[in-house]
């Protein structure tokens, strides 16, 4: 007698929570493959096999899960779909070890290696772990009783995480995040694994966190959001370890602002809120800091009360702030001012937006090359769909002054569609007098024109 394969009960019941057809199934599918950078063709006819049974291959399941995840905006397990074949998971992103974020540094820094590991799916339905699940956890390292670190360790970390943030705002996350992947693997990984005093445990644990943070915040500023977001729970997991309430919310407040960019309203504003709501006490700059977030979150949702209640609790907290370098001490008058414009932006005020765009880049500290680069490509886009196109070439040709001397994926974006947009416009004279200085731009940076 013929064996049978057992029908997939667990896919077709989300198939049906879905309110999918097979057809619907499979696009979500393939669009989920083209993020992570595989070329998938599923049709109805692929989907009707895995719920009669057929296993995905393995590279796929992820995605499948990630699908349903997104529709349904809840987390989906392998298990529930069906897709487990080496039975229930043993750990979660949340409990990675030091050698996993060992792993993850060797993978970024190692070229051969990070076209793969950058390809990572972004799960919109990742659910970040509480703080009082992590807090205190993870104290004690798999120790060498030949090695030892101490308060000086802890200080190197501290200072090389401000050097490399100093060079990220400068020169460009292309040339700070390799420097952090290779700092996490040959020096920051063996501390972690070292012996130490309670006292120095934490504070080495808070300043790996903040470090991996930044790094993670780099990979998402490159838009490499899967690697990103792997970073950032990595970071949630010391941070809680540490129990660094600052480096926690900071983190949540990253992700907040990823999900954001990548279209996730609702989202957006649950990482923001929980965020703020997990907060120490705060002080007068980390209450800007969140709510500014608070509010441009809110703004992707339409809710125009919130976002302007939050704004103005961002400009009054940032008010009583002193001028002392903290924490979060990059949250200034150019950051709020940023934020301001991302709300008017996404509550339909354009010209308001592009008026607060511009506070922002006078008030923006010279050395913020890459936050500069970005402000000003979305300057000029805004600028341009007013109908003010004179102006968008004037804000484009100081764009191309910063972007120039910086390497960042996201002043790629910003240049490819700067060339895109001015294409329809190639007879203005403005446009000819710009069109020489990016043809010499996309030489250097051998961008094809």
Request: proline content about 3%.
């Given at each position: ?6 029908r ?6 989300l198939?049906?929570e ?6 619907q ?7 989920a493959?083209q993020?992570?950078g595989?070329s ?10 895995w ?13 499948i899960v990630?699908?349903?995840?997104r529709k349904l905006r809840r ?5 529930e779909?069906?897709l487990?074949v080496?039975?229930?998971?043993t ?5 990675e070890s030091?050698?996993?974020l060992?792993?993850l540094g060797?993978?970024?820094m190692d070229?051969s290696?990070r ?5 990572a799916l972004?799960?919109?339905a990742?659910v970040?772990p509480?703080y009082?699940e992590?807090?205190g956890t993870?104290r004690t390292a798999s120790?060498?009783p030949?090695t030892r670190v101490g308060a000086g ?13 100093d060079i990220?705002d400068i020169?460009?996350?292309?040339h700070a995040?390799p420097?952090?992947?290779a ?7 063996p501390?972690?694994r070292?012996d ?9 644990l808070?300043?790996?966190?903040d470090?991996v943070?930044?790094?993670g915040?780099m ?7 899967g690697?990103?977001q792997?970073y950032y729970?990595?970071?949630l997991?010391?941070?809680g370890?540490?129990e660094?309430?600052?480096?926690y919310?900071r983190?949540?407040r990253?992700m907040?602002l ?13 990482l923001?809120?929980?965020?703020a709501e997990a907060s120490?006490?705060?002080g ?7 709510a500014?977030q ?9 809710d125009?009360g919130?976002a302007f ?5 961002t400009?009054?907290?940032?008010s009583?702030?002193d001028?002392r ?6 949250y ?8 301001t414009?991302?709300?008017l932006?996404s509550?339909?005020?354009l010209?308001g937006s592009?008026?607060a ?7 923006q500290p ?7 680069v970005?402000a000003l490509?979305?300057?000029?886009q805004?600028q341009l769909?007013?109908?003010h196109?004179?102006?968008a070439?004037?804000?484009w040709?100081?764009f191309?002054?910063?972007y120039?001397?910086?390497s960042s994926?996201r ?5 490819d569609?700067?060339r895109r947009m001015?294409?329809?416009h ?5 446009v000819?007098?710009l069109a020489e200085r990016?043809r010499?731009?996309a030489?250097?940076k051998?961008?094809?024109?």
């Amino acid at each position: 007698m013929a064996h049978r394969t057992p029908r997939n009960a667990g896919l077709a019941a989300l198939l049906h929570e879905a309110d999918w057809s097979m057809t619907q199934c499979a696009r979500a599918v393939n669009r989920a493959g083209q993020e992570a950078g595989m070329s998938l063709h599923y049709d109805q006819s692929a989907v009707s096999h895995w719920v009669g049974g057929t296993m995905p291959r393995a590279k796929v399941r992820p995605l499948i899960v990630e699908a349903f995840a997104r529709k349904l905006r809840r987390p989906v397990t392998l298990q529930e779909a069906g897709l487990a074949v080496d039975g229930p998971a043993t750990c979660t992103e949340r409990r990675e070890s030091v050698d996993d974020l060992l792993e993850l540094g060797k993978a970024d820094m190692d070229p051969s290696r990070r076209g793969v590991l950058t390809k990572a799916l972004y799960s919109a339905a990742l659910v970040a772990p509480g703080y009082p699940e992590l807090a205190g956890t993870d104290r004690t390292a798999s120790a060498r009783p030949t090695t030892r670190v101490g308060a000086g360790e802890v200080a190197v970390v501290r200072s090389m995480t401000e050097r490399i943030a100093d060079i990220l705002d400068i020169f460009g996350g292309g040339h700070a995040r390799p420097m952090a992947a290779a700092f996490l693997v040959n020096t920051v990984s063996p501390y972690l694994r070292a012996d130490a005093t309670s006292a120095v445990r934490a504070n080495m644990l808070s300043a790996a966190s903040d470090l991996v943070y930044l790094t993670g915040w780099m990979a998402m500023y490159e838009r490499e959001h899967g690697l990103g977001q792997r970073y950032y729970v990595k970071a949630l997991s010391l941070a809680g370890a540490a129990e660094d309430h600052v480096t926690y919310c900071r983190t949540l407040r990253g992700m907040s602002l990823q999900a954001g960019n990548l279209g996730y309203g609702s989202k957006a504003l649950g990482l923001a809120d929980a965020a703020a709501e997990a907060s120490p006490k705060a002080g007068p700059r980390l209450h800007a800091f969140l709510a500014g977030q608070q509010a441009a979150s809110a703004a992707m949702t339409g809710d125009r009360g919130t976002a302007f209640t939050r704004l103005a609790e961002t400009e009054k907290a940032l008010s009583k702030a002193d001028s002392r370098k903290d924490a979060v001490g990059g949250y200034d008058l150019s950051a709020f001012l940023f934020h301001t414009s991302a709300v008017l932006c996404s509550l339909g005020d354009l010209p308001g937006s592009v008026e607060a765009m511009q506070d922002c880049l006078r008030a923006q500290p010279e050395q913020e090359r890459q936050g500069r680069v970005h402000a000003l490509g979305l300057l000029a886009q805004r600028q341009l769909e007013l109908g003010h196109l004179d102006a968008a070439c004037a804000t484009w040709s100081t764009f191309l002054s910063d972007y120039e001397q910086v390497s960042s994926s996201r002043g790629d974006e910003h240049f490819d569609g700067m060339r895109r947009m001015l294409r329809s416009h190639r007879t203005s004279r403005s446009v000819r007098e710009l069109a020489e200085r990016v043809r010499r731009v996309a030489a250097v940076k051998g961008t094809a024109a």
